[in-house]
């Protein structure tokens, strides 16, 4: 990649942003937090589905927000959103402010998706390097495996007792780092194609939807990529800290665990163009599919055991690293750049259906166990797998 380049300049930003937005020390005992509140598996299940209705309100307008008025501006919008959800937690005892904190996480969360990818690829293009495009995911996408490496270990040790003391000093210092993320945002330049979009916001949508309809297969490929993710990483990682305990490991031990599996997921990331140059990018999102849903079987059938839970826990977080960058590249290789960020964020519409349905539908059979839930996850993640995906032609 071209140094001295926006592109450059804005990959180096970002990916301190997702750093600093990444210190949420609470995450290696998020799910132990919400049982010593009170919750229990099917709760957890329901703030998941209120994140998704966040999402799925959101992802429409905020594309067009970006779209019109450029990334940094929905950059600025989602941070402050995100630290009043981060926030949020450190008062919430009862069920609804859980849920609330979760529907403006996601609600948040959109004021970044698609407008991260428009970003990034817009900026590539001014340099001619859209074809690093996946690379450049990867680097950013890599931030937050390296923080975790040190989060994990710092958060789970503080949180050794899991008594309320301990929650609410990680929920304030992940506040604080939120707050340093916000400054790296200031400082975020718009691509001169970028942002300045003037067309009415129903025109923009259906201009949007006619890209989808004209190629087909970037939808195919995120119903792909959706229906892997959400079995194999969404669901399984607000179970894997029980599934830890249960087989046995102590709760410090999980601050290592995640350490570890960080950073096999940093180099993963960060060695996308290396893997993309020895297997086509369609074959290698058929290879980590496969290994999600063996995972999530052997998790299935048996997670009494330790080393069986470790294994799964590392090969989702190599599914994790990998997917989307490549997915990334094959997708904005076909979205126009006018109506980039409003495509994206129709698609991720389509993934919050997807949410729903499936959290919904675990959640109904999350009080009968492990087995049958992580089953039923395999085989979601199975069918995403052997959906078709077709590289754009060239």
């Known amino acids: 990649?071209?140094?001295?380049?926006?592109?450059?300049?804005?990959?180096?930003?970002?990916?301190?942003?997702?750093?600093?937005?990444?210190?949420?020390?609470?995450?290696?005992?998020?799910?132990?937090?919400?049982?010593?509140?009170?919750?229990?598996?099917?709760?957890?299940?329901?703030?998941?589905?209120?994140?998704?209705?966040?999402?799925?309100?959101?992802?429409?307008?905020?594309?067009?927000?970006?779209?019109?008025?450029?990334?940094?501006?929905?950059?600025?919008?989602?941070?402050?959103?995100?630290?009043?959800?981060?926030?949020?937690?450190?008062?919430?005892?009862?069920?609804?402010?859980?849920?609330?904190?979760?529907?403006?996480?996601?609600?948040?969360?959109?004021?970044?998706?698609?407008?991260?990818?428009?970003?990034?690829?817009?900026?590539?293009?001014?340099?001619?390097?859209?074809?690093?495009?996946?690379?450049?995911?990867?680097?950013?996408?890599?931030?937050?495996?390296?923080?975790?490496?040190?989060?994990?270990?710092?958060?789970?040790?503080?949180?050794?007792?899991?008594?309320?003391?301990?929650?609410?000093?990680?929920?304030?210092?992940?506040?604080?780092?939120?707050?340093?993320?916000?400054i790296f945002l200031l400082f975020i330049k718009n691509p001169p194609n970028q942002g300045g979009v003037r067309t009415p916001m129903v025109k923009q949508v259906i201009e949007g939807y006619q890209a989808i309809r004209k190629t087909p297969q970037v939808l195919w490929m995120f119903i792909n990529i959706s229906l892997v993710f959400i079995p194999a990483v969404a669901i399984f990682e607000k179970f894997d800290q029980k599934l830890l305990v249960d087989a046995g490991l102590p709760v410090y031990g999980i601050g290592i665990v995640y350490a570890v599996t960080a950073l096999i997921g940093f180099v993963a990331a960060r060695s996308i163009g290396w893997m993309t140059k020895r297997v086509t990018r369609v074959q290698l999102l058929f290879i980590t599919g496969i290994l999600a849903v063996l995972s999530l079987t052997a998790a299935a059938l048996l997670h009494t055991h330790l080393w069986t839970v470790l294994l799964a826990i590392i090969l989702l977080k190599l599914v994790s690293a990998i997917r989307y960058p490549v997915y990334s590249q094959l997708a904005n290789d076909i979205i126009p750049s006018n109506v980039r960020a409003t495509t994206i964020s129709l698609l991720s519409i389509l993934d919050s259906v997807f949410d729903l349905v499936i959290f919904t539908t675990v959640s109904g059979i999350a009080p009968f166990g492990f087995m049958p839930m992580f089953l039923v996850c395999a085989g979601i993640a199975l069918i995403g797998t052997l959906i078709p995906v077709r590289q754009a032609s060239t």
């Open 1 to 182: 990649m071209k140094k001295n380049t926006l592109a450059s300049y804005n990959i180096q930003l970002l990916f301190w942003a997702e750093i600093f937005g990444n210190f949420r020390f609470i995450q290696p005992v998020l799910t132990l937090f919400y049982f010593a509140r009170g919750l229990d598996e099917t709760r957890i299940l329901l703030i998941m589905t209120f994140f998704s209705i966040g999402v799925l309100l959101g992802e429409l307008p905020t594309g067009v927000i970006a779209d019109r008025f450029g990334a940094k501006r929905a950059f600025l919008i989602g941070s402050v959103l995100s630290i009043l959800a981060h926030g949020l937690l450190i008062f919430a005892f009862d069920p609804w402010v859980f849920f609330a904190s979760s529907f403006l996480t996601g609600f948040a969360a959109t004021f970044f998706s698609g407008a991260d990818e428009a970003l990034i690829y817009e900026s590539l293009k001014e340099s001619n390097e859209e074809n690093l495009m996946d690379r450049a995911m990867g680097q950013i996408g890599s931030a937050r495996f390296i923080v975790s490496i040190f989060v994990v270990i710092i958060g789970a040790f503080l949180a050794k007792d899991l008594n309320e003391n301990q929650f609410r000093l990680l929920l304030m210092l992940g506040v604080f780092f939120m707050l340093i993320q916000f």
